[in-house]
């Protein structure tokens, strides 16, 4: 039985019309962009379509503003150090969030090494950074503020417009990490106030290898890597050529299908978030269903353990991703987990489903069936819990 | 990612469950190590007659918790207390490294279990049963890190290196 893929955070597959391009693109042994020759020019002139394209899907004013880098972390990484580093005189000030991919996180620990200073501000039980909070905690060393848009746990969606308006107001670099949104909702950096916007290409059903920056013209920053002056001299080495290809295509496509999409993919959630009363009980929503992606839900069953959950599942044929402790190398709970207040027990007991386009809702039901025997297996197993008193009719 | 002794066990564990009037109990872990673990004895002629056990925690630790009530069933209690931690996850043919934390609570449940048992036989009594949440080695043992599993220094072992984790726990 082919495994149910219920586990689209964690990778996307690739849609037919991206291999087709990324196959003709390998047999079309494409030669270096920076060659001067007329084969170098022609693999140009596709990266500079493929730039544009991209720029359109986030409302880029130029195509120039998109940077080609090897993954969502490169970007992340490029953004954070790229923009501090190069904005040292002005200050040595970072505002960030409790829940930030470890991207940010570790980039920002870094940097704090370094001398950088960073404050990091929680969210509230809904998951969501204070606006007010942000505009507090700026002080006149401030260089950056990192706020991610969407959170690649909880799907939960970060007010960025509200943020990107005071950033503007008090003339700070605002960056956000769109990993988990770009391709999926809709994007305007104009609208979004952003200086600085990471992407990826496999969220939208693009190739794994790479990823984008939105760097908004004029924002002073450093490239990340060193070398020869590829991407406008803001990412050097050799473009990635059939990655880059088959990006430009899950964008153009993206932007034809958001709609549909959207519907799609909320609709499978909604049905998801509709029907789980039915078949468990005793669990936590962790996902904010006012403010969130489309195809992502959070939920700590209680008195049970994510990693075996999801042995459990997979053994059933259906793939989702657990933020368990002990499902991490770490074996420490989820610091997003425990920024919503949630107790060690219940961040234990976390699953990540996230839906894709392939999907369907007797793959929901599957996953219900087989969720509702599993909990119950496992909570027969469990000394936390204890079965509700018998009804005396 | 675990082996097939491992998947076995997680997937068809032995001796779930709880004994009413059992004879000792051992609880070791808490939620925060990420699991616990709950034993039950019965024992008769100094040997255990059933052994049952509650699980919370990921595939390691059930499959730890049924090997080893396997491997103690039947067993006398001098016996039983001479099973380890790592006799079970050899029997288990190993458990992936940062694992081997979870194979911890197996013995200590039994050993717990047991001295329930010989307290209550000596009329020594206490609020409930035996619990243990800190991570403790026996003599002359390597110790680790509860978090991470990586092998604490003997001149600071209460601070891991690996994970950059003070252990308040006495070690």
Do not use: W
């Amino acid at each position: 039985m082919a495994v149910i893929n219920l586990d689209h955070i964690s990778a996307n597959p690739l849609l037919p019309e991206v291999k087709e391009v990324m196959i003709d693109a390998i047999q079309r042994d494409y030669h270096n962009p920076s060659s001067q020759h007329k084969a170098g020019e022609q693999a140009m002139e596709l990266i500079e379509r493929a730039r544009q394209t991209v720029a359109r899907l986030l409302k880029a004013k130029e195509p120039k503003e998109i940077v080609f880098t090897s993954n969502g972390t490169e970007s992340i990484n490029h953004a954070i150090k790229g923009a501090a580093l190069a904005n040292k005189d002005k200050g040595n000030h970072i505002v960030t969030s409790n829940i930030e991919h470890n991207a940010v996180i570790r980039s920002l620990k870094r940097l704090s090494s370094q001398g950088f200073k960073v404050t990091s501000l929680p969210v509230d039980a809904s998951g969501r950074v204070d606006p007010k909070e942000v505009e507090k905690a700026i002080t006149d060393q401030t260089i950056l503020v990192s706020i991610m848009h969407s959170n690649n746990e909880t799907g939960t969606i970060q007010p960025i417009e509200e943020i990107g308006k005071i950033t503007r107001e008090r003339k700070v670099l605002f960056h956000t990490d769109a990993v988990d949104s770009a391709g999926i909702v809709p994007l305007d950096v104009q609208q979004l106030g952003v200086d600085l916007l990471s992407f990826a290409s496999n969220p939208m059903y693009g190739p794994r290898g790479v990823g984008g920056l939105y760097i908004r013209k004029g924002t002073k920053i450093f490239p990340l890597l060193d070398g020869g002056v590829q991407e406008n001299n803001k990412r050097a080495g050799t473009e990635n050529i059939i990655g880059i290809l088959g990006f430009e295509k899950a964008a153009e496509l993206a932007m034809q299908h958001m709609d549909e999409r959207l519907r799609h993919l909320s609709g499978l959630k909604d049905l998801l978030v509709r029907e789980l009363p039915n078949y468990i009980d005793e669990y936590i929503i962790n996902t904010n269903l006012e403010h969130s992606l489309p195809y992502l839900l959070n939920i700590s069953l209680q008195y049970i353990e994510g990693e075996s959950v999801m042995l459990m599942l997979s053994e059933e044929d259906l793939a989702v991703s657990t933020k368990s402790a002990c499902a991490t190398g770490s074996l420490r709970a989820s610091h997003v987990l425990l920024s919503l207040g949630l107790s060690h027990a219940d961040a234990q007991g976390t699953l990540v489903v996230s839906v894709g386009l392939e999907n369907t809702e007797d793959d929901i039901y599957r996953f219900l069936e087989s969720l509702k025997n599993i909990v119950d297996t496992l909570r027969a197993m469990s000394p936390l819990y204890k079965k509700p008193q018998e009804a005396s009719s | 990612m675990y082996n097939e002794v491992v998947m076995d066990h997680f997937k068809s564990p032995r001796n779930v469950g709880e004994i009413p009037d059992a004879d000792g109990i051992g609880e070791v872990g808490n939620p925060l190590c990420g699991d616990m673990m709950t034993i039950y004895l019965k024992v008769k002629d100094d040997r255990i007659e059933d052994i049952k056990f509650k699980t919370f925690g990921c595939g390691s630790a059930i499959a730890v918790s049924s090997m080893m009530t396997e491997m103690a069933k039947g067993k006398s209690l001098e016996e039983a207390k001479q099973l380890s931690n790592k006799d079970v996850a050899d029997a288990l043919q190993g458990l992936p490294k940062n694992k081997m934390h979870c194979s911890n609570l197996g013995a200590d449940a039994l050993h717990m279990a047991i001295q329930d048992y010989e307290d209550k036989k000596a009329n020594v009594t206490r609020a409930g049963p035996p619990r243990q949440e800190k991570h403790e080695h026996a003599k002359n043992e390597q110790c680790y890190c509860p978090y991470c599993d990586v092998e604490l220094s003997q001149d600071a072992p209460s601070f891991c290196e690996a994970c950059q984790r003070e252990l308040s726990e006495e070690h």
